[in-house]
């Protein structure tokens, strides 16, 4: 919500799309989402650039092993740093900048299941994450519903802030604070 409030462009593509597939006199249910691309390519872009574990989740190898030269001891504590990864220059062009539309063209190929080195918030491998089909589908819910039912205001001409404090878990250092005003002409969708 804070990076499409903040590219007003991209939001306005989002709520077209909205538009288009749902309509105004429906509200959004789980057989839109397959048809959702741009959305789709919104919560893989804020995934990349937000990414809710930003270290995965430590792993620790149970014998000692070499992977590419490096040894890695039995026991010792690993972190994946996916949050610099998904940053990295080498792998995205402009990647602080917010732009959706980098996954229009990949969106097969930039999955969630790990198997992009340059792309995986739900980690890789044997632990990966087993909620992503469920974390996929409500993210896509609640942000299609929440942006097809309203437009949002901020309040007092306040300016969006992402800045974020990174932790085991990444949060906003300020919530997001917003305004909501009905824009369905259909009242029903707010019962
Ligand atoms: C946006 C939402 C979510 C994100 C970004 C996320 C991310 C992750 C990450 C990065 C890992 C560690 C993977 C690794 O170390 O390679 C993980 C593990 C896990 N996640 Fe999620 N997750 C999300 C939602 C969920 C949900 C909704 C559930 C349950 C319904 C869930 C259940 C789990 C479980 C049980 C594990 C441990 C798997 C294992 O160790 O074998 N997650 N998740």
Redesign the pocket.
């Known amino acids: 919500m804070t990076e499409l409030l903040r590219h007003p462009n991209k939001l306005r593509r989002v709520v077209e799309e909205l538009d288009a597939i749902i309509g105004d006199q429906n509200i959004v249910e789980e057989f839109h989402l397959p048809r959702l691309l741009y959305l789709e390519a919104v919560v893989k872009e804020t ?1 990349r650039i937000h ?3 930003p270290l ?2 430590p ?1 620790t190898p149970s014998e000692t092993i070499v992977v590419a030269g490096y040894t890695i001891p039995k026991n010792s504590n690993i972190l994946f740093n996916v949050w610099a990864i998904q940053r990295d220059t080498q792998f995205w062009e402009d990647p602080l900048q917010f732009e959706p539309e980098r996954f229009l063209n990949v969106i097969e190929k930039k999955n969630y299941k ?1 198997n992009s080195f340059d792309f995986f ?12 089909s ?2 996929e589908r ?2 896509m819910l609640v942000l299609a519903t929440l942006l097809h039912c309203f437009e949002w205001e901020l309040p007092n001409g306040r300016k969006p802030d992402v800045k974020e404090q990174l932790r085991l878990v990444l949060s906003k250092v300020e919530p997001l604070l917003v305004v909501p005003i009905a824009r369905s002409s259909n009242s029903m969708q707010y019962q």
Do not use: K
Request: aromatic share 4%; proline share 12%; net charge positive.
């Open positions: 995934l990414p809710p574990a995965l989740m792993h790990g918030p739900f980690g890789s491998g044997r632990r990966i994450c087993v909620g992503i469920m974390a409500i993210m």
